[in-house]
């Protein structure tokens, strides 16, 4: 029923845009799924495109709210990109085919799948629903591992320099400058987390295994018992005897997720629950990818500190 209805409001939506026609604009109009995408798509963009987000920053992006006007969006997409691994496989498909759009359908130029080139994390030896919901082509949470996101951003200026052949220069000096920026704030980074290295965290969802790979730290646990099923009272006492044996002091949240079910598991261990959002915009000045990363550390590196 769902789908039906957002077929019907789909086709009166392309019919109010080919009743009132569209005016040809100058930038390149860039949708991305998550506000990281994006945020990384106008670094690498520059003043040359124009950028929208579908999720909202505080959204889960598994499960983002499909709607009418993300059709229309889509429609009017000249560059579509995507996570890929199958982060947005729930709700994603039904708004690309109402979009109506050739431009970003599945190998056009203007189709940009993130995990392009991506070495993969957890990509399951077979696939079982039963583990919960598991990715059969790897864990899609790659975009906290800043030496990951310069893949992504080359996909990004490739892709788009294929689109608007003319910038392509413009492109490759963007991600140039990115790329240095990454390398400069990754280096900062890694001498703020340096003294946490093998710190034991426990995480709400398997969304922090790039991040933990990357910056040496040991995740014990997290409160899920499979990824996307809700935390069982049998589950969480196990969570809380491996935290105590441990000594395991930090637990990491979203916005998305049940942060009273942290607290529960934070006041049997003496753990501290840090909101670690993955999305710029979640937290207050944090426009930016950059900023979201700044966010990140800082927030991990003080509640670490704080425990010695």
Do not use: C
Not at 217 to 242: F, R, T, W
């Amino acid at each position: 029923m769902k789908s039906r209805n957002l077929h019907r409001a789909a086709t009166l939506a392309l019919v109010a845009i080919a009743a009132t026609g569209s005016s040809a604009a100058a930038q390149i109009r860039v949708v991305a799924t998550t506000p990281d995408l994006a945020s990384v798509a106008r670094e690498i963009g520059g003043d040359k495109v124009s950028v929208v987000a579908l999720a909202k920053p505080t959204e889960d992006p598994h499960y983002v709210d499909a709607k009418p006007s993300h059709i229309v969006t889509l429609n009017r997409a000249d560059a579509l990109i995507e996570g890929g691994a199958e982060l947005e496989l729930g709700w994603l498909p039904p708004l690309l085919e109402n979009s109506r759009n050739s431009k970003i359908s599945a190998g056009a130029p203007g189709r940009i799948v993130a995990s392009d080139g991506v070495k993969m994390l957890e990509v399951p030896t077979s696939f079982d629903r039963s583990k919960g919901d598991v990715h059969s082509l790897g864990n899609p949470h790659f975009m906290i591992d800043p030496v990951t996101v310069k893949i992504v951003a080359r996909n990004i200026a490739n892709h788009l320099a294929q689109v608007d052949p003319k910038n392509a220069a413009t492109y490759n000096g963007n991600l140039s400058r990115f790329n240095a920026k990454l390398d400069a704030k990754y280096a900062d980074w890694q001498k703020q987390l340096a003294p946490y290295r093998g710190a034991k965290i426990v995480t709400y969802h398997k969304d922090f295994v790039y991040f933990a790979e990357r910056f040496g730290l040991n995740i014990v646990d997290e409160l899920e018992p499979k990824p996307g099923i809700a935390p069982s009272p049998a589950h969480l006492a196990q969570v809380i005897g491996k935290m105590k044996a441990g000594n395991a002091k930090v637990i990491l949240v979203q916005p998305f997720q049940n942060r009273k079910t942290a607290e529960t598991v934070a006041r049997q261990t003496g753990a501290t629950v840090l909101d670690t959002p993955e999305q710029p915009g979640a937290a207050s000045n944090t426009n930016t990818y950059f900023d979201m990363m700044d966010n990140l550390v800082h927030t991990l590196a003080g509640g670490l500190g704080a425990q010695k």
